[in-house]
């Protein structure tokens, strides 16, 4: 884990090490706004500066971020799997949407990239599948 400097303010100098933490815990579908919570990381501006200024990491945060698309497929699918019927529904289909909503931003289909108009996810679950 990144330690805080000896003045015991953030830091703001870039590190492979520090990247590598940052898009470890991207990918794992921690929020931008999470991991900078964490006292021993750097401040968001300065994870926006490393954006803007690095390749490097760019690259490396495109891909925690496609990762982190992923990761929230698999969560939707866990929240599916688990339901028992004996849930709220709406409840259930919120958590679900609101996990799709973000990979589709994450991750946006491939004839968005091409221009061609972005592509759209639903859920539909009906009380037939509530008793799944």
Same mark, same amino acid.
């Given at each position: 884990?990144?330690?805080?400097? #000896? ?14 933490? &940052? ?10 706004? #999470?991991?900078? #919570? ?37 969560? &939707? &699918?866990? &929240?599916?799997? *688990? ?11 919120? *958590? ?18 091409? @221009?061609? @108009?972005? @592509? ?13």
């Amino acid at each position: 884990m990144p330690e805080l400097a #000896a003045t015991g303010t953030r830091r703001s100098a870039y590190s492979r090490r520090l990247a590598d933490e &940052i898009c470890l815990r991207l990918a794992d579908g921690q929020s931008l706004r #999470a991991i900078c #919570a964490d006292p021993a990381l750097p401040h968001r501006a300065t994870i926006l500066r490393w954006l803007r200024d690095n390749p490097a990491f760019r690259a490396l945060y495109d891909t925690a971020r496609e990762a982190a698309a992923d990761t929230l497929a698999e969560e &939707i &699918i866990a &929240i599916a799997d *688990r339901a028992t019927g004996r849930e709220d529904v709406p409840a259930i289909k919120l *958590r679900m949407e609101a996990r799709m909503w973000v990979a589709t931003r994450l991750r946006p289909p491939a004839s968005a990239t091409r @221009g061609e @108009g972005a @592509g759209s996810i639903s859920i539909t679950i009906t009380t037939d599948d509530a008793a799944l």
